[in-house]
T-cell receptor
Framework: NAGVTQTPKFRVLKTGQSMTLLCAQD?????MYWYRQDPGMGLRLIHY???????AKGEVPDGYNVSRLKKQNFLLGLESAAPSQTSVYFC???????????FGQGTRLTVV | EDQVTQSPEALRLQEGESSSLNCSYT??????LFWYRQDPGKGPEFLFT???AGEEKEKERLKATLTKKESFLHITAPKPEDSATYLCAVQRKRETSGSRLTFGEGTQLTVNP
């Protein structure tokens, strides 16, 4: 039972490049989330999904897009990376809207 | 706007030296307060959820308590393996579904042998 798996673990991008972060969960959870973690800022919600085919904006959605085509996968896209998007990105999932979230191991992204 | 403030930012203890971490919060209608542990280079790991003032939960050397304005994470006789960053988060009661957590910046705990 892998839980929440994020791909890749590390990535370096040049400004203006695009990329997709993949999150997969094997717990049959309905809810999935993308957070970013920055020093002095804590974890901040980027986008979330309450079920297959649904997405919603979180606290800091600008510059990111997401898709939830399959229940087990939640993709985070950066269309044109900026240095301000240098961060550690965490995916999480939960059974319901009120239950605890399980986090992946994170993706460290550097935009130069 | 929901706010979570954790103190201290960093805490260094000797093995066996008990202490408490604080999480002060402001939220419009609390659904739940969550405590997570985060090890370096890892994702947060769930510890506790507290729902109402007066509630307490325990796990090994950790005990979490909740009042209407703050939560405490008490660590009794800590061991070096308790060293980690402890995160607090609140979830507001919302009309629509969606588990949106507001996190504090965390307390970095170091326990020396």
């Amino acid at each position: 039972n892998a839980g929440v798996t994020q791909t890749p673990k590390f990535r370096v991008l040049k400004t203006g490049q695009s990329m997709t972060l993949l999150c997969a969960q094997d717990m049959n959870h309905e809810y999935m989330y993308w957070y970013r973690q920055d020093p002095g800022m804590g974890l901040r919600l980027i986008h979330y999904s309450v079920g297959e085919g649904t997405t919603a904006k979180g606290e800091v959605p600008d510059g990111y897009n997401v898709s939830r085509l399959k229940k087990q996968n939640f993709l985070l896209g950066l269309e044109s990376a900026a240095p301000s998007q240098t961060s550690v990105y965490f995916c999480a999932s939960s059974y319901s809207g009120t239950s605890e979230a399980f986090f992946g191991q994170g993706t460290r992204l550097t935009v130069v | 706007e929901d706010q979570v403030t954790q103190s201290p930012e960093a805490l260094r203890l000797q093995e066996g030296e008990s202490s408490s971490l604080n999480c002060s919060y402001t939220v419009s209608g609390l659904r739940g307060l969550f405590w997570y542990r985060q090890d370096p280079g890892k994702g947060p790991e769930f510890l506790f959820t507290l729902y109402s003032a007066g509630e307490e939960k325990e796990k090994e050397r950790l005990k979490a308590t909740l009042t209407k304005k703050e939560s405490f994470l008490h660590i009794t006789a800590p061991k070096p393996e308790d060293s980690a960053t402890y995160l607090c988060a609140v979830q507001r009661k919302r009309e629509t579904s969606g588990s949106r957590l507001t996190f504090g910046e965390g307390t970095q705990l170091t326990v020396n042998p």
